[in-house]
């Protein structure tokens, strides 16, 4: 395109503006466009996937959908007055009556295996626009036979969801792990007439079919080369979080350990209504991105903003969430 010499300063810088955009714009219409919606953007459908290399080994975050939650102060921040967590969305540029919470489940490509980790809500979660790990992980050049191993952080629903499909093991060549404590837990008969009864009905009918391929692990035990578990509990009895070091580098998945990067981050005694636990999960969430924070190292992190990897900066009694933009890149 060919620009005028006469073209002051702001126009030009306009124009440049207008052409880094263009595939963003370009990006956007298609979703639109395939979604017929042309008045607004969903916040919780794009993009698919996101691919980048820690090491030797290759990662793919797939977004498996998201939702549109109403009054954030009534799931985070629950033992604050609404008026605290609002003052803090609003300081963070955020709306204070609504919050989008996404879901990332992801590969570890080592080159020996291919690791799952976590599922996503499966079948269940197609109806309202989630349960997009298959179509997610085809859009990235992988088959659901392609994934050797399964591993999971622990057996919320929203993590087992796309273990079965159609009534049968969604990845059919893998074997699965999971924690020993996490499993024992949900499949005890305690949980019936309680709370827990409903995300029990869940594990019942995604987990416990594949329990003969299952290994049951706990603090310190590996799932494959270069990745081991660590106890993180409080979201869940059994609540897991995985080291994962290639060449040199490390990254820790955290699942949710923390749930929003302002919310659970910036004050992480908040309690969180989804926390079983709530003080201990605060505690576990101090200690784990203390050490993330402290060792300079990144996370991913199931409830992040998309692609939900970054890093844990100290920050006003909490931590700042810094995403990643192109360090694994270069």
């Not at 102060?73 to 709306?95: C, D, I, R, S």
Request: charged share 20%; glycine share 10%; proline share 5%.
């Amino acid at each position: 395109m060919a620009i005028s010499m006469g073209m002051n300063r702001r126009a030009f810088v306009a124009a440049g503006v207008g052409l880094l955009a263009a595939p963003m714009i370009l990006k956007e219409t298609a979703v639109m466009a395939a979604t017929g919606d042309n008045t607004k953007m969903d916040a919780t459908t794009q993009p698919q996937f996101n691919q980048f290399k820690l090491g030797s080994f290759k990662f793919t975050v797939v977004k498996d959908g998201g939702v549109v939650g109403e009054k954030p102060n009534e799931t985070f921040g629950t033992n604050q007055t609404p008026e605290t967590v609002q003052a803090l969305l609003a300081k963070n540029f955020l709306p204070t009556d609504k919050f989008v919470n996404t879901f990332a489940p992801f590969v570890v490509d080592t080159g020996s295996d291919v690791i799952l980790v976590d599922t996503g809500f499966g079948e269940s979660g197609r109806a309202k626009g989630n349960g997009q790990l298959a179509a997610g992980l085809k859009a990235a050049g992988y088959s659901t036979d392609d994934i050797t191993i399964v591993a999971l952080t622990h057996l919320h629903g929203d993590h087992i969801g796309g273990l079965m499909e159609g009534g049968k093991p969604a990845f059919a060549k893998a074997r699965y792990i999971a924690g020993k404590t996490e499993y024992d837990f949900w499949t005890d008969k305690a949980r019936e007439g309680t709370p827990a009864e409903g995300n029990q009905k869940a594990v019942l009918a995604n987990v416990v079919p594949l329990a003969e391929k299952m290994t049951f692990i706990g603090e310190g035990d590996t799932i494959a080369s270069g990745i081991t578990a660590m106890m993180a509990p409080g979201h869940t009895p059994g609540h897991m979080i995985f080291n994962i070091e290639s060449d040199g580098k490390r990254l820790i998945a955290t699942g949710d350990t923390a749930n929003h990067y302002i919310l659970s981050l910036q004050n992480p005694t908040w309690e969180v209504r989804f926390d079983m636990d709530k003080a201990q999960a605060a505690a576990t969430r101090k200690k784990v991105f203390d050490m993330i924070a402290a060792d300079k190292v990144p996370f991913l992190g199931y409830h992040m903003p998309f692609p939900a990897v970054g890093y844990a900066e100290v920050y006003e009694g909490g931590y700042r969430f810094v995403p990643k933009t192109y360090q694994f890149d270069l």
